[in-house]
């Protein structure tokens, strides 16, 4: 079946403006997951759905960060007055049920620059 | 505080010959390690995993070993083939719920044919 998609896989913004990322999570997996990935850095986690419960932010870096999830199935992530510090790779991943021994299946990311 | 350190960068190996990937942590309350593969452009896919209550863990040309005392696992590859370069990151979810991943900043393997 088919994995994890992103879109858009590209993204430039200027600095200042408001992004929404999507991430469609593999058909019927519960949990979906946010990461951000600097150059050079590993995934750092954003924040995490149950459903359609935001169950922890406590990685979003700030206030101008939001993610939501209103149906438990696609995901958005919001970010607002974008900064030159926001540019990164954005990593959506899913997983079938609510084990921290369940694989997370990673989308291919959406790569943020601002300008 | 890294909680997941990868301290090599980088990893060249010849084909044919082992790759050993390095990974240590600092939280005792880990008892869950996974290794993600990661090639450029695309999303980290999961490799191999071990649970704490073993010591080693085989599924093919991919071994991952694990010693608790001294907080350190091990990713082995034999025999490395070129398809293997790529960026590996060892990840540990921290509680024992369903809670998120912390990733090692991973390390780029290069098999040189």
């Known amino acids: 079946g088919a994995g994890v998609s992103q879109s858009p896989r590209y993204k430039v913004a200027k600095r200042g403006q408001d992004v929404a990322l999507r991430c469609d999570p593999i058909s019927g997996h519960v949990s979906l997951f946010w990461y951000q990935q600097a150059l050079g850095q590993g995934p750092e986690f954003l924040t995490y759905f149950q459903n359609e419960a935001q169950l922890d932010k406590s990685g979003l870096p700030s206030d101008r960060f939001f993610a939501e999830r209103p149906e438990g199935s696609v995901s958005t992530l919001k970010i607002q007055r974008t900064q030159q510090e926001d540019s990164a790779v954005y990593l959506c991943?899913?997983?079938?049920?609510?084990?921290?021994?369940?694989?997370?299946?990673f989308g291919p990311g959406t790569r943020l620059l601002v300008l | 505080d890294q909680q997941v350190k990868q301290n090599s960068p980088s990893l060249s190996v010849q084909e044919g010959r082992i790759s050993i990937l390095n990974c240590d942590y600092t939280n005792s309350m880990f008892d869950y390690f996974l290794w993600y593969k990661k090639y450029p452009a695309e999303g980290p896919t999961f490799l191999i995993s071990i649970s704490s209550i073993k010591d080693k863990n085989e599924d093919g040309r991919f071994t991952v070993f694990l010693n608790k005392s001294a907080k350190h696992l091990s990713l082995h590859i034999v025999p490395s083939q070129p398809g293997d370069s790529a960026v590996y990151f060892c990840a540990a979810p921290p509680n024992s719920g369903n809670t998120p991943l912390v990733f090692g900043k991973g390390t780029r393997l290069s098999v040189i044919a």
């Open positions: 991943a899913s997983s079938i049920q609510t084990s921290p021994q369940e694989t997370q299946y």
